[in-house]
Structure formats: structure tokens, C-alpha cells
């Protein structure tokens, strides 16, 4: 009962919150604060609840645990715990901490953008909705009864929307079953597939395949940078990514340039075989190690996939407004013509 309402008071740290603390935990270990010092500095300006839960952090890292595993039973975002992971390793905690708060902003931005961009479409769509159900259930009688008056055979769209009037129970449970055994496949398939196999497949997806490939090739060219700055060597950075908390399927992506390594490929070639990183990866990593600055480079990399990462996504939000309004302008059109058509077949009758 206690972990329960454990995680009650934690599920409580909105995503501003969390963006928030990141930031400013990042600004004071750069003024030279100690994680607890820091985390106590900014407890203070907290309300009660997250001043406790602070505290208790406290606690924790005095106790020798990670902060990364302290940000994950506080339940942050993947994102946080992550960046934190690799800043504890690599020595660069603050940059880590201030990088994550960056992206975890622009990805609520963009989500807002997202939301105020489908506010009137959806609006528009129940609206629409609406006016199908009225025409479905108030019209559509009448018009049958004037088809039967007439003698005459109703089309195929009225017989179809009649059907639907009639037998909403058997429309209803068909939809059920189809949502139901969508999301069973779906749950096998996952079963079935290991992470590595999940993220491939992703990156294949027309659209979303390019925005997975270009998100995973930013992750494991920020973070192999920063370790290499950190003064790892390359293999032992890749050996430090394997463990990554938050992404399984680095564990068998690393396991697979080690194969390719230990079968004679140099490494980019064996880059070359992870389907879900970027082609140009590879010659980053080439021309990185040519000149023996492969985490100047790897960072730069980076900082472009992230860069056009966003830019995509910037894109893609600018056309699903139009692409739903194409959608609600398709369904006005079938109304008008379920209302329209029964008329001028009748006047063939008259």
C-alpha cells in the first residue's frame, strides 16, 4: 500500500516541473554545487509534497544510489534518466541535465503546437459527427418511407446508411472485435520480436521511419561524444552504452558490432549493419577517426540529426491541419450527397 501511494505522489511531477528542476540543477552544478547541495537549494522554493520527495533523494545519494535511479523512482521522463545516465559516466552532468531539459522543452512545444493545431479540426469533425447522427436517425426514415411510397428501389449509399440505422449493435461489436484483435496482434508481435526487431521495423515506416532513424542516430552520437570526451575509449564507451537503462535495444545493437568486429570488419562497417542509425553515420565515424577527431565530429553529427529532426516534425504538424480538414470536407460532400441524390432520384419517379 505504501508503494502505491508512493507512486501516486510521484506521478505528480508534471513534465514543466521536470523540465524546470533539470534546468535549474544543471545552471548550479555549472556555479560549482554538489548534486545534494543543489537539489537542497532547490527544494526550498518547492511546494510540500516535492519538498519531501526531494529530501528523501537526498537521502539516497547520500546512501551511495545513482541519480539516475533516484530521477527514475521520482518516475521522469525516459528522456532525463537517460541523459543523466551518461552524465553521471562521462563527468558532465550539468550539460547532460540542461541538454535534456532542452529537448523534453521542445518536445512540449511541439506537442502544444500539435494540440492548438487540431483544436478546430476536432471541433470541426464532432460537428460533423453530429450532423451525420441527425441525418442518420431524423432523415434518412423519411426517406425510405418516400422510396416505399414511390415503389422504388433506394441506393446503394441509403441502404447502407439504413443498415447502420438499423443494426448499430452488430456495426458496434464488429469495430470492438476489429480494436480487439489489433491491439492482441500488436501485444504477440511485440512478444515475438525483441527491441532490436521493434526499432527496425520502425525505421522502415514510410515518414516515421526517417524521424526514428534520425532521433536513434542522434541518441547514440551525443552520448558516444560525450563519453569519448569524457576520455573513454571508444569500446569502452560502447561498452558503458550496452547498459543503457532506458534503451534495450542498445544492448543488442553493440552486441552486433562487437560480432562484426570479432568477424574482421573495421567498426564503421560494422555501424553499417544497425538498420535503425543514419547511412551517413558511418562515414561520420570514418572520417572522425581519419583525423583523430571522432567525438568533435560525432557531436557536430549530433546536433544536425537533432536539428532536422525537429524540422521534420515541424513539417509533418503543418500538414495534418489541411489533411483533416480534407477528411471533414470528404464527409460534408457524402452528407450533402445522401441528402441531395435520394431527392433528384425521386424526381425521375414523380
Known amino acids: 500500500m505504501k508503494d502505491g501511494c508512493m507512486i501516486l505522489r510521484q506521478s505528480r ?171 492482441i496482434a500488436q501485444y504477440c508481435y511485440r512478444m515475438r520480436k525483441t527491441n532490436f526487431e521493434i526499432q527496425t521495423v520502425f525505421g522502415k515506416v514510410p515518414i516515421l521511419g526517417n524521424l526514428v532513424q534520425l532521433w536513434n542516430t542522434y541518441y547514440i552520437a551525443y552520448h558516444t561524444s560525450q563519453l569519448l570526451q569524457s576520455g573513454l575509449s571508444l569500446f569502452q564507451s560502447l561498452h558503458f552504452i550496452k547498459d543503457d537503462p532506458k534503451k534495450p535495444y542498445l544492448k543488442e545493437a553493440i552486441e552486433k558490432i562487437n560480432d562484426g568486429l570479432l568477424n574482421g570488419d573495421s567498426f564503421s562497417a560494422a555501424v553499417q549493419k544497425i538498420p535503425f542509425w543514419r547511412k551517413e553515420l558511418v562515414t561520420v565515424i570514418h572520417h572522425g577517426q581519419l583525423i583523430s577527431k571522432l567525438e568533435v565530429e560525432l557531436e557536430a553529427y549530433s546536433q544536425f540529426c537533432l536539428e532536422t529532426f525537429f524540422e521534420k516534425l515541424e513539417k509533418i504538424i503543418k500538414i495534418m491541419q489541411p489533411l483533416i480538414f480534407g477528411v471533414i470536407a470528404v464527409g460534408i460532400i457524402l452528407m450533402y450527397v445522401s441528402i441531395m441524390l435520394p431527392s433528384f432520384q425521386l424526381i425521375n419517379y414523380i
Do not use: C
Open 13 to 183: 511531477w508534471k513534465i514543466e516541473e521536470q523540465i524546470l528542476l533539470l534546468k535549474r540543477l544543471g545552471m548550479l552544478l555549472d556555479e560549482g554545487y554538489s548534486i545534494s547541495d543543489a537539489i537542497g537549494f532547490i527544494q526550498i522554493q518547492l511546494k510540500k509534497d516535492k519538498q519531501n520527495e526531494l529530501l528523501e533523494s537526498i537521502e539516497k545519494l547520500k546512501n551511495g544510489e545513482k541519480f539516475f535511479k533516484v530521477l527514475e523512482q521520482l518516475q521522469f521522463h525516459s528522456t532525463a534518466v537517460s541523459f543523466v545516465f551518461y552524465g553521471e559516466q562521462n563527468g558532465n552532468l550539468s550539460k547532460s541535465l540542461q541538454t535534456a531539459g532542452l529537448i523534453l522543452s521542445e518536445r512540449e512545444k511541439r506537442k502544444r503546437k500539435i494540440r492548438t493545431l487540431l483544436t478546430y479540426p476536432i471541433f470541426l469533425l464532432i460537428l460533423t459527427g453530429g450532423m451525420f447522427f441527425v441525418i442518420s436517425w431524423q432523415l434518412l426514415p423519411q426517406f425510405i418511407q418516400l422510396y416505399h411510397s414511390f415503389q422504388a428501389e433506394p441506393n446503394v449509399l441509403l441502404k447502407s446508411l439504413f443498415w447502420i440505422r438499423v443494426h448499430p449493435l452488430i456495426l458496434g461489436t464488429f469495430l470492438l472485435l476489429l480494436f480487439s484483435i489489433i491491439v
